[in-house]
């Protein structure tokens, strides 16, 4: 028992998401065969085949008396194309507040993390904050408890914050993806880029002084900027975004520090130099 947990847990299976297990093959199965009898009991046009209930090669054999087994679990994922890119940039284009983009990420049915995931985990903190902080996807943690950067990692960056004197109420917490990769793998570029409309429209919105990117993979879905986080921390850059050059600073992310304590010297100066930058900006505003 203990290795099959061991196994699960190496392949990324390693919380629940529901109390009751459910026999999705099944389901499956059985929608799939509703679906093709109403197509059958559908009145017939002239020229066209009556509709059959398509059986997979392990079906019974005419004239046996085998009842049909379920057919194999039809791939019900979608293949993100260029259609599914727009749909999702046209429904942030159309969120005019964060509750109606919060709305339009949680009705989204365009990326297969999402299958996969317990939670839609879309923010935290204040939303009126002058600094945002953008993470990469959510872990297990953030994928139960619904927030960004609750786990390990996140715990570690609240302390970095409120070391230069920025608590969870003075700033707005979000990721690329609202999704948790399935065992926390990295997530593709399609994916990344299927969720970008998003939290692009969700920094729009919240258009705060300062934002914060966490890590290189963020760095690069936003800026576009493939140059190692080594590079890239520690040096203001800007976003275009409400018409106006956003203050941009790329940062380790808190997972790298946790495996990399020694870096955590440059990680306090980058934050340093952002607390500088929002008293200047509270200063001047
Ligand atoms: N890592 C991230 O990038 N985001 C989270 O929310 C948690 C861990």
Redesign the pocket.
Known sequence: MRELLEFYVAAGVDCALADEPQDRFAESAAAQIKAAQKKQSAPQRAGEQPATIPVSSSAPSPGSNETAAPRPLRQTAKVPNEEVIAAARELAAGATSLEKLQEAVNGFEGCNLKKYAKST?FADGNPAAKIMLV?????R??DISGK????P??QLLDKMLASVGIDRSAAY?A?ILPWRPPGNRAPTSVESELCRPFIERQIALVDPDILVL??AA?AKVLLGKSESIVRLRGRWTTYKCNDRDMLVMPIF???YLLKQPAQKRLAWQDLLTIKRKLNEASAGS
């Open positions: 985990v993470g990469e996807a959510p872990g943690e953030e960004p950067f609750t786990g990692a996140g917490f990721n966490i890590g963020t992310h808190p997972e």
